[in-house]
Every structure is written in structure tokens, then in C-alpha cells.
């Protein structure tokens, strides 16, 4: 789950973490407020939404007073940004962060997530700050250090001296840099966090290091245990169908194609999307049921699936083991007759109880395909979206 930059401000401020003085502003007024309240010569009129590049979009922008500040945030709330994050059909901003303007001496990076390949938190920084942290991998990959923390030890002081004498900090910056590193790895940790990112993460004219950039996201799987973050999540932000299918504890990802993708199984998801493009289609999405969905589940993923108009076609694809096919036929066939459905659908499964899930289908009256193997299957589905039978 993602959350906005102020919101994960003031999560890191609750560890302790250094951030600039703001408030979240709605409307106009509530940006001119905002701004009087700080009363610093300069605020800035940052753009909330879930995607980076906003200043380079218009996103972020310098008041020199109340009034300025309320002049911009006039402008900029429904305005529609387009990052190279958001694709290009952008973001509406319905939110703003204004904020203290602050001496911005060096801009650094500075990151802790989950490495999988090392089954370990590990702190990625940069002297190269204030840049999109893949450009500069990409350029000059030297320039990253990496410090990995063993879960059982957790973060220890060498840790934090390597890494503010490996971005040039002097002894008195770095002196700094270890309660900040601290208070971020202890927010990460015990907010449950997949990634913290802080970008740029600036030294002060008065020597303060300061998150002048936050970013936070959640391990899904954890905010059970997180009630209180549940609730800052911004549905505008997301996908409709995304959020739909989020109801029904489906996982659903939103694509650019015209084949739209059941399965039950991430690694089987992965594998369809790859055999539809052998076979020289596009998927529109997928959505996976996971192992165990009931009938209801399957009903209604099939309904979000058909709900893209981009969807030209439809590939379930199920190995059946907990989820049987009988379940699986019976939620499509019910899904597709409450729908009246008119896009072509091809299944293929295999598993616990297929012939009694292949039977269900043959005997619906619906015009489903049936296909003989996963190739087969993404063979018909490709054709099928391109109008041919």
C-alpha cells in the first residue's frame, strides 16, 4: 500500500526522523492558513499524489507569501500531472502539501527496503540526491552504496558511519546521521514497510540533515497488524478496478492490452501473460483468485475482468488443487449469464475435478472455448481478440 508524502512525514516524525514543518491544504484557503502559520519567507506547494517527477511536472512550486501560496494551490488542486510514474494519462491532484522552505545546502538519497535476493533490509544511499534513483543506477552504479543490516542485529553504529562517510559528510554531519538512520530503520521496521525513501534527504545551511522528500510503502500482507495505516489509504489514487477487486480480497493488475487474464497463482499469472505475448497478443490485465476462492469470488472476479472495455477477449487459466474446477466453472458460467456477456471467452484447466468443471460447460448453453492445453489456450484467446474464429 502506498500513502501520500505527507502522511508518511508524519509517520517518520513519530520516530523521530527530521522533517520540515507542514499541513495538508484541500482548498485554497487552507493553503494561505498554512502558510501564515509557518510564517517562513518561502513555503513550497507540493502536489500529493502517489508518483514521483511532480516537480519536473509543476507538481512542486515556491510561494513567497500567504496569498502567492493560495494563488497556487488554486491552480494546481485538479490539475492533471503527468510524470513519467503516472503514464500519460496523469494524476488529478486533490490534495497539497505546503511546507516551511528551508536552506537547501546538499541534496543526498537515502533508502531502506526489503532485499529479496539477501532475505534482508538494506540502506541504499547516494551523494547524487534530488534524482530519480533508477537514472542514476543506470549511469553511474558506482555512485549507490548499499549497507545490508542482519535482521538478528539490526542496525549498528559502523553501519551508520559507513554510510555518512561514504556520501562526504563531515564527522559533525555524520554524528547526526546516526540517530537519523536509526529513528528511519526503526520506522521501517516496525510500521511493517517494504520501502522508505528519502529524496532528496538535504544537509541545512545550519549543518540539520532533513527529509525533505518521503516516501512509504506497506507490506499488504502486514496491515492487518496496522489498523491505524489501513485508514490512509487514497482510493482516488488507484485503479477503480483495482480497488474493486480489493473488496473481494482479489489481486488485480491493470494492463494496456486486449486479452484480459484469470488465474489462480502468481507464478501462473507471470507464466499466461508470457505465453499470450509468444503468441503475439497483449494481456489486458490479470486478475488472480488465489487458491482457495469460493464461487462467489470467482463470479465476481470474472465480472471486474469483463468490466475494461480494452478486454477483447478472455483466458482463464486455472490449475486446480484447493480452488477446484467445478467451483471455477460454476462462478464463470453464473458471472457470464448475469453479465449477458458478449466478449469470447477460452478456458483451459486442469486439476482436482476437471471433467466435472469441463461438463459445467458444455452444458451452460454459453459459447465458451475450450482449450486443449496453456498454448492452445493463449493461441484461441490471441486470435479470438483480434476478431478472428
Request: proline share 4%.
Amino acid at each position: 500500500m502506498k500513502i501520500h508524502e505527507y502522511q508518511a512525514k508524519a509517520i517518520l516524525a513519530k520516530f523521530g526522523v527530521p522533517v520540515p514543518r507542514g499541513q495538508v491544504a484541500f482548498n485554497a484557503e487552507e493553503a494561505r492558513a498554512a502558510a501564515e502559520r509557518l510564517g517562513t519567507p518561502v513555503v513550497v506547494v507540493k502536489a500529493q499524489i502517489h508518483a514521483g517527477g511532480r516537480g519536473k511536472a509543476g507538481g512542486v512550486k515556491l510561494a513567497k507569501s500567504p496569498a502567492e501560496a493560495a494563488a497556487l494551490a488554486e491552480n494546481m488542486l485538479g490539475m492533471t500531472l503527468v510524470t513519467p510514474q503516472t503514464g500519460p494519462e496523469g494524476r488529478v491532484v486533490r490534495r497539497l502539501l505546503v511546507e516551511e522552505g528551508l536552506d537547501i545546502r546538499r541534496e543526498l538519497y537515502l533508502s531502506v527496503l526489503v532485499d529479496r535476493a539477501c532475505g534482508a533490509p538494506v540502506f541504499m544511499a547516494s551523494a547524487s540526491g534530488g534524482m530519480e534513483i533508477e537514472e542514476v543506477a543506470h549511469n553511474n552504479p558506482e555512485a549507490i552504496l548499499r549497507e545490508t543490516i542482519h535482521p538478528a542485529t539490526g542496525l549498528q553504529p559502523y553501519h551508520a558511519r559507513k554510510i555518512a562517510f561514504g556520501l562526504g559528510l563531515t564527522a559533525e554531519q555524520a554524528h547526526a546521521a546516526a540517530p537519523f538512520l536509526a529513528s528511519l530503520y526503526r520506522a521501517f521496521l516496525e510500521t511493517d514497510a517494504s520501502l522508505v525513501e528519502i529524496n532528496p534527504w538535504i544537509v541545512t545551511g545550519d549543518g540539520r540533515l532533513v527529509a525533505l522528500d518521503a516516501k512509504v510503502n506497506f507490506d499488504d500482507n502486514a496491515l492487518f497488524r496496522h489498523p491505524d495505516l489501513r485508514e490512509l489509504r487514497d482510493l482516488d489514487e488507484e485503479a477503480p478496478l483495482e480497488v474493486e477487486a480489493s473488496k473481494y480480497k482479489l489481486n488485480y493488475i491493470q494492463l494496456d492490452g486486449t486479452v484480459g487474464c484469470m488465474v489462480n497463482g502468481a507464478g501462473l499469472a507471470m507464466g499466461t501473460m508470457d505465453i499470450i505475448k509468444l503468441s503475439g497478443g497483449n494481456p489486458a490485465n490479470f486478475l488472480d483468485v488465489g487458491g482457495g476462492a469460493s464461487e462467489e469470488q470467482v463470479k465476481n472476479a470474472f465480472r471486474i475482468l469483463v468490466s475494461d472495455p480494452n478486454v477483447k477477449a478472455v483466458y482463464v487459466n486455472i490449475f486446480a488443487g484447493i480452488l477446484r474446477c467445478d467451483v471455477v466453472a460454476s462462478g464463470i458460467v453464473n458471472a457470464a449469464k448475469e453479465l449477458k456477456l458478449k466478449v469470447p471467452v477460452v478456458v483451459r484447466m486442469a486439476g482436482t475435478n476437471v471433467e466435472q468443471g469441463q461438463e459445467i460447460l458444455r452444458t451452460s448453453g454459453l459459447n465458451f472455448t475450450v482449450a486443449d492445453g496453456m498454448k492452445d489456450g493463449a493461441e484461441k484467446a490471441v486470435a479470438l481478440a483480434r476478431g478472428k474464429r
